[in-house]
Structures are given as C-alpha cells and as structure tokens.
C-alpha cells in the first residue's frame, strides 16, 4: 500500500517554541492531506484539511494562526504549532488519500511541551 | 469528519478464537469504508476496505462484511493473535465528502 512518511516521530518542546511537523506521501501525489489529533483513548479529531497550493481548510474550533498548514508541493505537508503550551501536548496525525481514495496514515507525533 | 472524543470500548478475546468488531455509520450516502488497526503510540494502519456495492470482502484472517440496510459494518478477525491487540477505528468516506471515523474498539487478546 501507499506509505506516509510523518517526521519527527516525537518532539519535546519549552513552552513558547514553534514546533514543525511534516507529512510526506512517499509514493503517490497527495494534492489533500489531512491532520488530526489524538488524546489518550480517543478517536481521532480532525483539525484540518490541507490543500495543495492553496490555504488549509480548518475544521471549528481550532486556531489557524495557532496551527499553521503549509502544503507547498503534491508530496508534502507541514504543521507548525505556534508558541506551544503544555496544552498543546497531543499526538498529531497526518493522512493522504491516494488515487483509489484510500487514505492512509503517517506514524504520528508525539508532542510534549513543558 | 470529526469524531467526538469518548472512551473507548473494549473487546477481550482468547487467543485462538474469533474476533467480530462493529461499527455504526450515519451517512446513507458514504460509498466507502474502511477499516483501521492503531497500535499504542502509532499512526492507524489500514487493514481493509469495502465499496458499498459489496456485502462481504476477505482479506488475510480479515473479513469485512457491510449492511446498508442497517448501516452496520463489522470486522471479523480470525484465530486472533496476540499481535492483533490494538484499537480498530471504522471509517466512512463519502464521496468528495469528509471521512468520518467510529469512536474505535480496542481489542484485547487473552494469551
């Protein structure tokens, strides 16, 4: 199958730092990659929709300026949390769907802002 | 497409026998589904996938079975292993639409 690549795989941070994380599609074109985050035992909440090109597409609630988006090539996504605070501390998922529609998933980030 | 937060429900099974994990959907047009294993501390990994012209899809130990109906999927695991134990999520993929994920079942494989 398709493989997404998400790098770092676990980041720890001082509150008030940027932290960038990126998602790449190894395989295939991904012109929409998607992010998520994930508490503990939960699903997975999707924070936005990246697209290829043009802006990110958030989902209510979640900060643009607090989680910037950039997807400036077809095999490439990059999240940057802005000014991290403790409660920003979550695992991020990254997820592209290759042509068949078929969506797969990076390994995660595990953030730890202290 | 997302899903609200809740705890997450659990299924322990004997090392040997069969595994059945469901999933509700809402949409009556998702055309699309597909079912994800996530280990602790990993991204979800796919495991298989149906279209809703089918009822049934095999794959290795894995069986999918979908009814429109009802809107119910499920996934049928065989001789579950202890490399199985993880939490499967459902997912629902309307066309040109948001996906939609269950609230995940985590699966427990008694050795």
């Known amino acids: 199958g398709a493989v997404v690549s998400q790098h770092p795989s676990w980041v720890i941070c001082k509150s008030g730092t940027s932290v960038k994380i990126e998602c790449r599609s190894l395989?295939?074109?991904?012109?929409?990659m998607f992010w998520y985050r994930q508490f503990p035992k939960q699903s997975l909440m999707l924070m936005a929709t990246s697209n290829e090109g043009s802006k990110a597409t958030y989902e209510q609630g979640v900060e643009k300026d607090k989680f910037l988006i950039n997807h400036a090539s077809l095999t490439l996504s990059t999240l940057t949390v802005t000014s991290a605070h403790p409660e920003d501390s979550s695992f991020y998922i990254c997820?592209?769907?290759?042509?068949?529609?078929?969506?797969?998933f990076g390994s995660g980030t595990q953030l730890s802002v202290l | 497409g997302e899903s609200v937060g809740l705890h997450l429900p659990t299924l322990s099974v004997q090392e040997g026998d069969n595994s059945i994990i469901n999933c509700a959907y809402s949409n009556s047009a998702s055309d699309y589904f597909i079912w994800y294993k996530q280990e602790s501390g990993k991204g979800p990994q796919f495991i298989i996938d149906i279209r809703s012209n089918m009822d049934k899809r095999q794959g290795q130990r894995v069986t999918v079975l979908l009814n429109k109906t009802v809107k119910h999927l499920s996934l049928q695991i065989a001789a579950t292993q202890p490399g199985d134990s993880a939490v499967y999520f459902c997912a629902e993929v309307p066309t040109a639409k948001k996906v939609t994920f269950g609230t995940g079942t985590k699966l427990q494989v008694i050795p």
């Open positions: 997820s592209a769907r290759d042509h068949s529609e078929k969506l797969f």
């Open positions: 395989d295939f074109q991904a012109t929409t």
